[in-house]
């Protein structure tokens, strides 16, 4: 197909027009409160209750954030009557009860990335909304962020041709005290960052058949940094690395047989890129600021609030299937270098 001329709009409607639902935020850390900030900031989604593992935890956490409701048990707050939809904030280890508890108390879920340690406990998730005929999606905000949604329109009109290879990698430093370095809490990279370009991998090329890969352990007892090379039965390669020890680019290619997709920025985050046609001479560039880290969180509250509305129990930008392919490479990556959860209570 000739190369096109200009790239599509992107069709994410504004953020702030969604109509509001009520959230019940189930934990109180770190992630718990960017999510509200961002939302409150942006949306008319209303943050009406929050639950934590103490009621000293949950009724500081609603007076810094304006809200009206606060729980000392994630039981209480997921049994709530005025709420429609949970946003497990929880660390990754504590994912599986928690959302299973809100599925089956008839409430709409969405769950911080990953969804669950392993294919296995994501499956029971899926199975168990799906039964219960309630929403529930997987909190990987970035493809519910605009450049994706033109991103995914490209794939989708064949303008860089199939998939043949994605190059990828994401490091940060994080400090010694930090929950990645708790092996109890299925601590290292693999499940945190690396859930982002594992998961780019996996939407671009499926399931890998065949990794190979090295993996270096930290003195806290986790994984502290890995690198894979991985391949599907038609032949595309994908590469992932990530790291805890210092931040990189965290940039992304992907190349087609007729062209390649180029992030300017880190590949996760709003921001640039450019899709170029197979010989380089013709490009095409999206422009954007570059974005904070989960500064655009709000993206996919607004999102999900639309596909809940409608009556759709799946989102588009991130739909269970594509989570459960995710959790499948992961397990992969893991089974290949030999790492394991046995101290989060993981045993397989």
Not at 232 to 249: E, K, V
Not at 314 to 337: F, G, N, Q, V
Request: with cysteine.
């Amino acid at each position: 197909m000739p190369f096109p001329t200009s790239l599509p709009s992107s069709r994410i409607q504004p953020a702030e027009d969604a109509p509001p639902l009520r959230w019940g935020i189930l934990g109180s850390g770190w992630i718990a409160a960017k999510f509200t900030e961002s939302v409150k900031a942006h949306t008319k989604q209303v943050i009406a209750a929050v639950g934590s593992r103490s009621q000293a935890s949950a009724d500081k956490f609603a007076k810094a954030w304006g809200i009206g409701e606060a729980y000392g048990s994630y039981e209480a707050l997921v049994q709530a009557a005025d709420i429609d939809i949970v946003y497990v904030a929880t660390p990754h280890a504590q994912h599986h009860p928690h959302v299973l508890m809100a599925i089956e108390a008839g409430k709409h879920v969405l769950v911080e990335k990953p969804m669950a340690l392993n294919h296995t406990q994501a499956a029971e998730m899926v199975t168990a909304a799906r039964r219960k005929g309630v929403f529930f999606a997987e909190a990987l905000w970035t493809y519910f962020l605009p450049k994706f949604d033109v991103i995914q329109q490209v794939l989708d009109a064949g303008v860089i041709g199939d998939i043949k290879a994605v190059y990828t990698e994401y490091g940060e430093y994080l400090p010694r005290d930090h929950r990645i370095f708790d092996a109890s809490m299925a601590g290292g990279p693999l499940l945190d960052l690396g859930t982002y370009p594992t998961s780019l991998i996996a939407k671009l090329i499926g399931v890998p058949t065949k990794v190979a890969g090295v993996a270096s352990p930290d003195a806290a007892g986790v994984n502290g940094q890995l690198a894979v090379a991985m391949a599907n039965d038609a032949g595309a390669h994908a590469t992932m690395a990530t790291t805890l020890y210092g931040f990189t680019p965290t940039n992304a290619a992907i190349i087609g047989t007729n062209g390649s997709i180029r992030f300017t920025t880190e590949f996760h985050l709003p921001g640039a890129f450019e899709i170029w046609s197979l010989d380089g001479t013709a490009r095409l560039r999206w422009e954007e600021p570059r974005g904070a880290h989960f500064e655009g969180l709000y993206h996919e509250a607004a999102g999900i609030a639309r596909t809940i509305s409608s009556g759709a129990l799946e989102s588009r930008c991130r739909p269970l299937d594509a989570s459960l392919d995710t959790m499948k490479t992961l397990d992969a990556i893991r089974h290949a270098l030999d790492l394991n959860f046995t101290a989060a209570g993981l045993i397989e």
